[in-house]
């Protein structure tokens, strides 16, 4: 038997009652942050936007995007031949990352189309090397990734940096959405124009923020 039950269930309720006022004041917290994304991030490309203390602590808060599926049976029609190798069903369909990367940048109008990423890396003005080692890196499939690379392979700051992946990522996206018209025998203006119409039709992209802490 506890033969300090008392005691213990006092402080136990204390403890409780902390962890709910600390929960309340993070959530607050959180919500700052939150607020200050959505002023920063107002009429730029960016989708996260970070915080440092100056000692190493950093918060991310993030756009984060969630691509959900409001008519699955156009989803034949948009991937053809292609549809089994990237389209899971079940009782939910299922996407694979790049399709679901791939449909999230057309419905949101994030592509750039008649680029490529050799000639956008050829632009930077970089040494024969450098070159080499980001055409190896840079995929345009995570933002962060290639903005990483391109600052310590290509020697951009990281404002440039940001910049160049963005456009890396809707070359990419417009490369991959070709790829699957070509694989389809669909590359006319009009088939193309309809495909675009298809997918804003098939699905819908949920925006939600988040926080990231890291802390040093």
Do not use: C
Request: charged share 30%.
């Amino acid at each position: 038997m506890l033969s300090n039950a008392d005691e213990r269930i006092r402080r136990y309720k204390e403890i409780k009652q902390e962890m709910a006022t600390l929960k309340e004041e993070a959530a607050g917290i959180e919500a700052e942050f939150l607020k200050a994304m959505e002023g920063d991030l107002e009429d730029t490309k960016y989708k996260s936007v970070s915080y440092s203390d100056g000692e190493g602590n950093k918060v991310t808060a993030t756009e984060a995007e969630s691509l959900k599926i409001i008519y699955p049976s156009y989803l034949r029609h948009i991937f053809g031949e292609a549809y089994k190798d990237v389209v899971t069903e079940e009782t939910t369909y299922k996407l694979a990352a790049g399709a679901s990367r791939m449909l999230t940048a057309m419905y949101n109008k994030e592509y750039l189309s008649g680029g490529s990423v050799e000639g956008l890396i050829a632009s930077l003005g970089l040494d024969s090397k450098a070159e080499k080692a980001l055409l190896k890196k840079i995929k345009g499939k995570n933002f962060d990734t290639d903005v990483k690379n391109l600052m310590k392979l290509g020697g951009l700051n990281e404002a440039d940096a940001k910049e160049n992946a963005f456009l890396i990522a809707e070359i990419t996206a417009w490369n991959d959405f070709m790829k699957l018209m070509e694989l389809n025998g669909k590359t006319s203006e009009q088939d193309i124009n309809d495909a675009l119409r298809m997918i804003d039709g098939a699905v819908t992209v949920e925006q939600t923020a988040k926080i990231k802490i890291d802390i040093a």
